[in-house]
């Protein structure tokens, strides 16, 4: 059986590959992609941008998507063929001490994630171990589930912001991650939720999903105080510190934008006299991934709503070209093998 892959070769040098399907090792299953997302983190990959640390050239992508299992290697149950799936992008290596506390996103051992280290989904076929799977029903949206990697590592930073109920809630960031918080962070009934982007337009589609209300940063200084919890989610040079501010005092804050070095301008003192707890989150554990794919399921978050943009793998560098281009009116773009 024929199947094709993107491979990012070097940065800014890609090519579309058919050869032979990958045939699944010990305890690995194979899985025919249903969709696949791209999001920022790909962008870096293909402009080179990514930690050289966290990247292995030459590369297929991919490490947001949704399939059904086609084959199982040997010691893999069998009744997974042909399950709708999803699958954790850490490698982690499940024996270290933090893995073996459940916080396989703090793994000690070298690092190994699907689509940056290892082939990902831009392809026909991607080969994962069945210990990372999370099967979906019969029936399953696998277009919508192609997005619950970004809603996984949402969940990791709404579980750490522990959200009560009557509670000031803002969101900075109305991109992926930020539109599932709100779907997520509705769902705890707060007293307000207010979403802050510098694409007002981006900012009001939070409406539908739960949120009270939209603001520009610019319109944001009177807001400086008020929240009982901040999710910040856009990675951009001043989001952090901007989200520390927003904080009341003794209020919380959970940081999950990628951010360059030295770009957080985080004041200390403020921190200290704000008595604040501050957060961040890389990736989603096991337990996060959890939450996530039985939310999809009891349908209280709908990833189909954040999708704008599908193209087939033969148009990887039209979908690219639209990832991070800051148009408001472009949310996920997904390539559909």
Avoid: N
Avoid at 305 to 311: G, R
Avoid at 317 to 322: E, G, H, M, R, S
């Amino acid at each position: 059986m024929k199947s094709r892959a993107i491979v990012v070769d070097a940065p800014g040098s890609h090519r579309l590959v058919t050869g032979e399907r990958p045939e699944p090792g010990p305890g690995e299953v194979v899985v025919r992609v249903a969709a696949a997302g791209i999001c920022m983190s790909d962008r870096e990959v293909y402009d080179g941008h990514r930690d050289p640390g966290h990247v292995r050239y030459p590369l297929t992508p991919g490490h947001e998507w949704s399939g059904t299992v086609e084959a199982v290697g040997p010691d893999v149950d069998r009744a997974l063929v042909g399950r709708g799936t999803v699958a954790e992008g850490f490698r982690s290596c499940g024996t270290c001490e933090r893995c073996r506390c459940g916080e396989t996103s703090l793994c000690a051992g070298p690092y190994a994630e699907t689509g940056f280290t290892h082939p990902g989904g831009f392809a026909d076929h991607v080969v994962v171990p069945a210990r990372l799977l999370h099967p979906l029903p019969d029936g399953a949206d696998l277009r919508a589930a192609a997005l619950l990697e970004p809603a996984a590592v949402t969940a990791a930073a709404v579980r750490a912001g522990a959200p009560e109920p009557g509670e000031r809630i803002a969101v900075v960031g109305a991109g992926t991650l930020g539109l599932l918080a709100v779907q997520f962070l509705s769902g705890y009934s707060p007293r307000e939720l207010t979403v802050i982007d510098p694409r007002l337009r981006r900012a009001e589609l939070a409406g539908p999903m739960g949120a009270t209300g939209a603001r520009t940063p610019e319109r944001s200084p009177t807001l400086r105080g008020r929240f009982d919890l901040v999710v910040e989610t856009a990675g951009a040079p001043t989001t952090a510190a901007d989200a520390t501010l927003l904080a009341r005092r003794g209020g919380r804050v959970v940081l999950t934008g990628m951010f360059a070095p030295g770009a957080t301008g985080i004041d200390p003192v403020h921190l200290s006299l704000s008595q604040l707890t501050v957060r961040s989150v890389f990736g989603a554990p096991p337990a996060a991934w959890s939450f996530a794919v039985r939310a999809y399921i009891a349908r209280r978050i709908d990833p189909a709503a954040l999708i704008t943009h599908e193209y087939p793998l033969e148009r990887y560098a039209d979908a690219l070209a639209l990832v991070g281009g800051g148009d408001p009116g472009t949310g996920k773009v997904l390539l559909r093998p």
